[in-house]
C-alpha cells in the first residue's frame, strides 16, 4: 500500500502510529486535552488489525506500572496522559528508567500547577528534562511542532527507547494535540514476535532456557558498591545519547542579528512572528530543539555566535531559559518571554517583547 | 495564497464541522491547511471557534489573532472577534440574534441570512452549509468539485446520501448573501 495522506489531530495521529509501528500495548486513562489518544485507539480496536492491546487502566499508576511490566517482557509498550496524570507516573518512570527498560509515554502537556486548566502549556519542561521522579535518570525528550511530527515521533521515541533501554516521552500540549493537520500515514507493520524479541533482546523475561540464567528485572540493589556501577553505566548510556541523539531545526537563521529559541507549540507561534517582523526588517531567526533532552547545547552555542541576543519563547515562567544561558554560556544576551496557565501568547506581543527585551 | 479564518459561533450550529469541510477540502486541491478548534470550556457550553488556515506554503502558527477573514454566527462571537479582523480583510455574519451590527468602514460586510433561508428549507442542519456558501461566493478557495470531496472525506458514509442536499445548501448560501460595506 503507497503513503496514506490523512486530516488529523494530533492526540489521533499519536494512537494511528502506535498501531502502525507495531506496538503491542497501550495503558492509559482519559484527561483533556490528549483523551482522543485512547478514545482513536478505542475506535480502532487494534487488537483485530494488528493484535495491539488496548486497556484503560484504573488509574495512571495502574497504567505505567503496566508499562513497566510489558516492557520487562521486551514489548513495545505505551502509555499517555496530560500533566496531573504524568505527575502521578513518575515512580513508575523513575523504576523503568532504573530498571533500564525502554517504553514511550506521551505527555499532552496542560496549564498548572495542581490540576490547573484544560489549555496548553509548557510548564512541564522542568518535569521532563530535569527528572521528576527520583534519582539520576533522564528521559529521552522529544518535542513535536506539528502533527506530522506527533505521528513520526512515536516510532522515532521507541527507536529511541529500545536502543538505550530507557523511556522516551513525546512532550506535546493541548495545542499540538487537538490541531488538525495533514499526515502522512505509513502502512501497518507487523508487531514483533515472541522468537524475534527472545532472540534480539537478552535482557527481556521471556522465560528461562536451560543455557542461561534468570533474567531478574528490578531498580533495587541495596549493596551500594554495586548500585553506584548501575549508576555509572546509566551515565555512560546518557554520555552517547546526549552525543549522538540531538536534534534540532534553525529556521531563518542564516542572517539572523537575534534568535528565538522555541520548541513544540511555541516555536510554530514564533515562525508566524518571525515573518511579522521580517516584514518590518526585523532579522530574527528561530533555533528549535527537537530533543529537549538531549538538549542540542552545542549547536546553539555555535547559532548565537553571530546574533545580538535571544529571546526564550516558552509557555511556562522561564524553565528552558535555563538550558539556554547554560549551552550559550551567558556570552550572548538571553531572556524569557512567556504565558502560561493555558495562555497562548500571540504572535505580536512575542513581537513587542523582542524589541523590549532584546532590541 | 494564505487565508487565516476564523468561524465563531455557539456550539451545535456546526462551527467546527464547517471547518472541518473546509480544510478538507483544502487538502482534497492540495494545500496546506491547520484547523484549530476552541476545546475549552466553551465547547462544554456556549460558545466555539475554529481556526481554519488554507494556504500554498508551509503554515506557521495554526493559532493566530488576526484574521482575513472572520464568519461570525452569533453575538458574543462578534464581540470577540470583530476587531480581529485585518484591515481589507472580510466580515461574513448572520444577522440572526445579532444586537449591534459591525459598522467597521476600513473591512467587507456580508450578511448571510442563513437561519432564516434554513427554517424556510425546513433542515436547521444544512445552516453551517448556507454560511459555508456565503464565503465561498466571496473567495472561492477551493474550487466546487473539491468541496464535493471534502464532503465525502468529512462525513460519516452513512451520510453519503445527503451530498447533494449540503451542495444545494452551498449554493443557496451563495445566492442570499447581502452587502453591507464593500470597499
Known sequence: MAKELKLMKGNEAIAESAIRAGVDGYFGYPITPQSEVLEHLMIENPVEKTGMVVLQAESETASINMVYAGAACGKKVMTSSSSPGISLMQEGLSYIAGAELPAVVVNVVRGGPGLGTIQPSQADYFQTTKGGGHGDYRLITLAPASVQEMYDFVQLAFDLAFKYRNPAIILSDGMIGQVMEKVVIDDYKPRWTDEYIAKTFPWAAVGKPASRNHNIITSLELDSAKQEQININIQKKYKVCEEKEVRYEMINCEDAEYLFVAYGSSARICQKTIELARAEGIKVGLFRPITLWPFPSKQLKEAAKNVKGILSVEMNAGQMIEDVKLATECRVKAEHFGRYGGMIPDPNEILVALKKQIM | ?183
Do not use: C
Open chain 2, 1 to 183: 495564497m494564505t487565508e487565516e479564518i476564523i468561524i465563531a459561533g455557539f456550539g451545535g450550529q456546526g462551527v467546527l464541522s464547517m471547518g472541518k469541510i473546509l480544510a478538507y477540502s483544502g487538502v482534497m486541491q492540495d494545500k496546506e491547511v491547520s484547523w484549530m478548534p476552541s476545546y475549552g470550556p466553551e465547547m462544554r457550553g456556549g460558545t466555539s471557534n475554529v481556526t481554519v488556515i488554507i494556504s500554498d506554503e508551509r503554515i506557521s502558527s495554526p493559532r493566530i489573532n488576526q484574521f482575513d477573514t472572520a464568519i461570525i454566527l452569533n453575538q458574543q462571537s462578534m464581540d470577540k472577534f470583530l476587531n480581529t479582523v485585518k484591515p481589507g480583510g472580510l466580515l461574513i455574519y448572520d444577522p440572526n440574534g445579532i444586537t449591534e451590527h459591525p459598522t467597521r468602514k476600513d473591512i467587507n460586510i456580508y450578511q448571510v441570512p442563513a437561519s432564516e433561508e434554513a427554517a424556510k428549507i425546513g433542515i436547521m442542519k444544512l445552516f453551517n452549509m448556507i454560511v459555508l456558501g456565503g464565503f465561498l461566493k466571496i473567495k472561492p478557495i477551493v474550487k466546487p468539485e473539491f468541496i464535493r470531496k471534502g464532503l465525502e472525506k468529512s462525513l460519516p458514509e452513512r451520510h453519503h446520501h445527503l451530498i447533494p442536499e449540503n451542495e444545494k445548501a452551498i449554493e443557496t448560501g451563495k445566492n442570499i448573501l447581502k452587502p453591507i460595506n464593500v470597499l
